[in-house]
């Protein structure tokens, strides 16, 4: 149900990232979201290694890593969020990369949360000019004890 995402996947994985990035930032603009898609299809999936869950040909999760390092993305279809799609792709992630970081709104508690059930531990916060809201800067090492 894994796989590696292909270049035509793109509108499929523009399409989930905004259904899910709308859902899980109700505290954000829409509109910013929808100003950000450019720099979505244009910038940051093309410089990620992208991993995409697929049952029945439908695209329901992916997750991307950029710099070998970054967990830049992960995303579920809300309807298919807490069906174990989230915890997997951060499991395949996991064991091909011995470090990993990402970013998360502070306000989105439930990946908070999700992101800490999977070893994520908070290291540092940051501010977010463009949305003008709080982010956790979260890190996991493979060698890290639970």
Do not use: C
């Not at 989105?108 to 992101?115: D, H, I």
């Amino acid at each position: 149900m894994i796989r590696e995402s292909q270049s035509n996947d793109m509108a499929s994985l523009l399409a989930l990232w905004m259904k899910s990035t709308l859902y899980a930032h109700p505290f954000i603009e829409a509109r910013y979201w929808h100003e950000s898609e450019h720099l979505v299809r244009d910038v940051y999936l093309p410089a990620a290694q992208t991993w995409v869950w697929e049952e029945d040909g439908i695209l329901k999760g992916f997750a991307s890593v950029m710099e070998a390092r970054f967990l830049g993305a992960l995303f579920v279809a809300p309807e298919a969020i807490r069906s174990g799609i989230g915890k997997a792709l951060v499991q395949f992630v996991q064991q091909r990369f011995p470090v990993l970081s990402l970013e998360v709104y502070q306000k989105n508690q439930s990946a908070v949360n999700f992101y800490h059930a999977m070893g994520f531990r908070i290291e540092d916060s940051a501010w977010q000019d463009d949305t003008r809201h709080p982010t956790w800067i979260m890190s996991w090492r493979a060698d890290q004890t639970p």
